[in-house]
């Protein structure tokens, strides 16, 4: 019953939601063409899959965001086993990671726009350094957390380095892991949608850019139901499998 009760409650709240939407749009409060009713936006998504446009532009956003988020993660966890194993390279790194963790990733576009130019470097390094430069952050606070004497006794025992962060480090920071990657997993998808705004030529953002210039109200609320979905989407699967990793290591 308990498990029921939360799909039917949250699928309850959309559907009063889209009937509040649609009731508030048809009672002539703004004009249909600024704010269009969901049946409309729902159509207009529709025509845009017929027509094959979004379907391509779609797939050209996962495969950035795929591969940037990847590149991210692969970059952040490098990164991070190397601090802890090395503590001088962590001494360095750290404060320059502290200070580019509060940059968003998304006011570095117009800086990467001339570095790299418009072309698809630029999604994918956005996307990247959203998704290193916090989980490094966890990974290097998450370490100075850990109680030092359990790492005196594993090195007591004759635990070499790759051993203490393979059996004690990872194990122990592994909710910090997950749980920045779930957060990212969200973040990539938005970045990814900003910098093609921005600067390319296709992709989500770019379809947005192109419906704003035709004043498409409804395909406009149409991505932007896309990329929360798809957000959406991408942080519930990181939760699940945060859930079933941390619950085989018995932390939850």
Do not use: H
């Amino acid at each position: 019953m308990g498990a029921s009760s939360k799909i039917v409650k949250p699928i309850l709240f959309l559907c009063l939601l889209i009937l509040s939407w649609e009731i508030l749009a048809r009672s002539g409060i703004a004009p249909s063409y600024l704010f269009p009713s969901f049946s409309t936006v729902f159509v207009e998504l529709i025509e845009a899959i017929y027509r094959d446009q979004l379907a391509t532009n779609y797939a050209i956003t996962m495969i950035r965001v795929l591969a940037g988020f990847g590149a991210g993660t692969a970059l952040g966890l490098f990164m991070g086993s190397i601090s802890i194993l090395v503590s001088k390279f962590r001494e360095f790194l750290y404060p320059i990671i502290s200070f580019l963790s509060v940059i968003p990733a998304v006011a570095l576009v117009p800086l990467l726009m001339i570095w790299v130019g418009m072309n698809e470097a630029l999604p994918l390094l956005t996307v990247m350094f959203c998704s290193s430069i916090p989980l490094f952050y966890n990974i290097v606070s998450g370490a100075r957390q850990i109680d030092k004497e359990i790492l005196e006794v594993a090195r007591t025992l004759g635990a070499d380095r790759k051993r203490v962060l393979r059996d004690i480090l990872l194990p122990q920071l592994a909710p910090s892991i997950l749980s920045a990657l779930k957060l990212e997993a969200g973040m990539a998808w938005r970045t990814c949608f900003v910098a093609e705004m921005l600067a390319m030529g296709s992709g989500l953002g770019y379809m947005i850019i192109d419906a704003e210039s035709t004043l498409n109200v409804a395909l406009i609320m149409a991505l932007i139901l896309i990329l929360s979905l798809s957000c959406y989407a991408f942080q519930t699967l990181f939760e699940v499998i945060e859930l079933r990793i941390l619950r085989r290591w018995g932390a939850r």
